[in-house]
């Protein structure tokens, strides 16, 4: 598996058993999950030298490079002293910290299950799960400030809840009610790129303009391991670095994009990929919500003090379909699903609390009924969005008025005028 | 008022929007040291900084991509594609992105890209470089497309387009860069709408409607049309989407048939859209069939070839002759 052994160490603090990890990284990999188990097929990447032809010293041009080293980082440093590092940097998570956490990721949990049964109930036309990824948004959601900026895709509903999206409001896009979920302006995340990808490079010219405006923020990309074969990503990764600004490229690789598993992808760990764009690239187990919380706060710091871009892979694992629509039986096995069982997010942090003494029952009763009271928030929301009116089709198509679509509305108006029992 | 070229003017234009509005940048491939391969852009940067005239990477959805979020963080950039038939690399971010991100979050995220794209054949180049794909844009709700034919209409509605709110595409027609007309710099930017057509020259048998490069070649059939005494109204439609049709139909009225000239190919292309709308709103005063003179439904033809892919005199005013004929 010599493809697969990564060269950038995986950062873990909290094992699957809820012990915190003694001695730094961990051995997700030896254990052989990592990848979902399809062999890399014939073709042969091997065979072709590198040569010795040095790229280096040509300074890059336009924007100033502020002139802090990209390799200021330099990710072989964790294996040696950088798990102490990332220690230290969720050192002021005590047992509230840890508990708030705890209760977010199940919130969050909820959130999916019951918008996974509306959508079964035939409430909501389409639900992308996030179920198994829950660390993984909630620990960087964590890291975030409100001054700094979100891009997600479509699957970062943990993420939205926690930068303060109403959970009433949040099924309206998935509903068909209305375009999008939420104000981006309101909790400084954008809406939802569902074209994969695209929204790397929205994340790096928005941190161009906190560049320029000496904002001090920083932004952070979701995006999953499939959108990393796509263009705009690479392109991302390449203006980003060129640019020196300030983003996080946050890749939940959850092993599946649809039924395509990561190797056909790519041939080495996504975070391996950072390094050909002079990118520091991190990985961290995404299950374990106190390492990503502590990978995305050092990169975020990082990105905020001039460092430039940076990459982080974190592991997890889709345990839901790709969307309601999706039927994943169809392509991989149950056994894997259960592997990843044994590494539930939820199940880590509790036991870790438990271990530790910090979740009483009161304490546990509490986080359920937190969940519960944003599950029925989100319903109740759901239920009770009005459709919207015909004449909304021609909303905000434009922001001056336009004519034809001034045209148009009144076609559309007059036409329903003369349509027998239509309700106006 | 000062003579210059067309390229000169938009040079000025976008010096202008640079001066007046701190949150105007300009963003594309070899804009600032070299000026761009057009020069459209020669000598910004040095007078307004890298910071703001920005050589990027050579990735056209890089370029449309990364601008969208400087505009979500209340920049209003100016997107150079250097040549037309690369924008297509960008074509999702266009589309996509940028057509529907105010629709998207129900006009709390505001679009104020401006993409310039130098368009059309004429000059001999290598394929890919002499495209028209206006079309694409103006077929995609959202974006507003717009094509200027002289300085001075270069010089108004670059600045236009720049503070428009909404995205605006804007061609350029590469080969009249270096045709020199008048310019009066002191223009008020709501001297003239930057989608209201403009008559350039009344006549009263057919109305020739042309944009972009091939308005100089509309006048100059006019005036052959004229020692022929067939007496043409050319008029600039300047706007591709919204096409203003009111001036249209006025002057459909009046001469009873129109030819609509372009680059582009005729299949769907614009002057399909006004066949069919001035047909639509005035069908029984048309004396012909509405005609379109355009590019073959060909890819864009080696240099050698240009001449007889592209719209000239002869080709307008045989169409021209074509609605005179009596039945």
């Not at chain 1, 254990?31 to 097929?41: F, H, R």
């Not at chain 1, 991989?332 to 870790?352: F, N, T, V, Y």
């Not at chain 2, 104020?112 to 995609?140: M, N």
Request: overall charge negative.
């Amino acid at each position: 598996m010599s493809q697969f052994s990564a060269a950038i160490p995986l950062v873990q603090l909290v094992d699957p058993t809820g012990k915190r990890v003694s001695d730094g990284t961990s051995g997700i990999e030896t254990s052989g999950i990592e990848a979902p188990g399809i062999e890399t097929s014939g073709i042969e990447t091997s065979g072709i030298e590198t040569s010795g032809i040095e790229t280096s010293g040509i300074e890059t041009s336009g924007i100033e490079t502020s002139g802090i080293e990209t390799s200021g980082i330099e990710t072989s440093g964790i294996e040696t002293s950088g798990i102490e590092m990332f220690r230290a940097l969720v050192a002021d998570v005590g047992p509230e910290k840890l508990r708030e956490l705890y209760r977010d990721l199940v919130v969050v949990r909820r959130i999916d299950t019951e918008a996974t049964a509306l959508q079964r109930q035939g409430q909501v036309g389409l639900w992308a799960p996030l179920l198994g990824q829950e660390a993984a948004q909630v620990g960087s959601a964590h890291a975030l400030t409100e001054a700094d900026y979100v891009f997600p895709s479509y699957r970062e509903h943990g993420v939205a809840y926690c930068r303060g999206a109403d959970p009433q409001a949040l099924l309206r896009q998935w509903r068909g009610s209305a375009p999008s979920s939420w104000t981006p302006s309101e909790i400084g995340m954008a809406v939802p790129a569902i074209v994969v990808g695209a929204q790397a490079l929205h994340a790096t010219g928005y941190a161009l303009g906190m560049k320029l405006d000496d904002a001090g923020g920083a932004v952070i990309a979701y995006f999953g391991d499939g959108a990393t074969s796509q263009g705009d990503v690479a392109e991302a990764f390449t203006f980003a670095a060129s640019w020196q600004v300030p983003v996080v490229f946050f890749c939940q690789n959850n092993q599946w994009a649809i039924s395509e598993p990561v190797r056909v992808q790519s041939q080495v760990p996504l975070g391996e990929r950072a390094a050909g764009f002079g990118i520091p690239g991190l990985r961290v187990d995404g299950n374990d919500v106190l390492a990503v919380l502590a990978v995305t706060r050092f990169a975020l710091r990082q990105a905020r003090a001039g460092g430039g871009p940076i990459l982080i892979e974190a592991l997890t694992y889709r345990m839901g379909p790709h969307t309601t629509s999706d039927d994943p039986s169809r392509y991989r096995s149950p056994a894997e699903l259960d592997q990843w069982r044994a590494r539930d997010p939820i199940d880590r942090i509790r036991l870790l609390l438990e271990r530790e003494g910090a979740l009483d029952d009161g304490q546990a009763g509490a986080v359920t009924r937190a969940a519960d009271e944003v599950a029925g928030a989100l319903r109740a929301g759901c239920l009770q969005t009005p459709d919207p009116a015909p004449e909304d089709l021609f909303e905000h198509v434009y922001t001056d008025p336009h004519p034809l679509i001034h045209q148009q509305r009144a076609a559309l108006l007059a036409h329903l005028a003369t349509l027998e029992g239509h309700q106006r | 008022m000062t003579t210059m070229t067309l390229s000169q003017a938009i040079n000025s234009g976008l010096r202008r929007a640079l001066e007046d509005d701190p949150k105007v940048l300009l963003l594309g491939e070899d804009i600032g040291r070299l000026g761009g391969v057009f020069r459209v852009t020669a000598g910004l940067q040095k007078d307004f900084g890298d910071r703001r005239v920005i050589d990027t990477p050579l990735a056209e959805s890089g370029i449309v991509g990364t601008a969208i979020g400087l505009a979500m963080r209340g920049y209003r950039p100016v997107c150079e594609i250097q040549f037309d038939g690369f924008v297509y690399p960008a074509f999702d971010q266009i589309v996509s992105q940028v057509a529907k991100l105010h629709y998207r979050t129900r006009g709390h995220v505001r679009m104020p890209l401006t993409i310039r794209i130098p368009f059309g054949g004429g000059i001999g180049a290598v394929e890919h470089h002499s495209e028209s794909p206006e079309s694409y844009f103006a077929h995609t709700a959202g974006l507003r497309v717009v094509s200027c034919s002289n300085s001075a209409e270069a010089y108004l509605m670059i600045q236009q387009a720049i503070a428009s709110d909404d995205p605006v595409l804007f061609f350029e027609p590469k080969r009249r860069y270096w045709d020199k007309s008048e310019v009066d710099e002191n223009i008020g930017l709501d001297s003239w709408p930057l989608h209201q057509a403009r008559i350039l020259r009344t006549g009263t048998d057919a109305t020739v409607v042309a944009y972009g490069p091939l308005i100089a070649t509309a006048l100059a059939a006019a005036t052959v049309a004229e020692q022929e005494g067939n007496s043409l109204e050319i008029i600039d439609l300047r706007s591709i989407s919204p096409i203003d049709f009111d001036t249209i139909e006025t002057s459909v009225r009046k001469t009873g048939r129109l030819v609509v000239a372009h680059e582009a190919p005729v299949s769907f292309g614009p002057g399909a859209e006004l066949a069919a709308r001035i047909t639509e709103r005035c069908f029984y005063h048309l004396h012909a069939p509405v005609l379109r003179v355009g590019g073959y439904d060909t890819p864009y033809p080696p240099a050698k070839l240009e001449e007889f892919y592209l719209p000239g005199v002869d080709r307008i005013l045989d169409a021209v002759d074509q609605t005179l004929v009596e039945p």
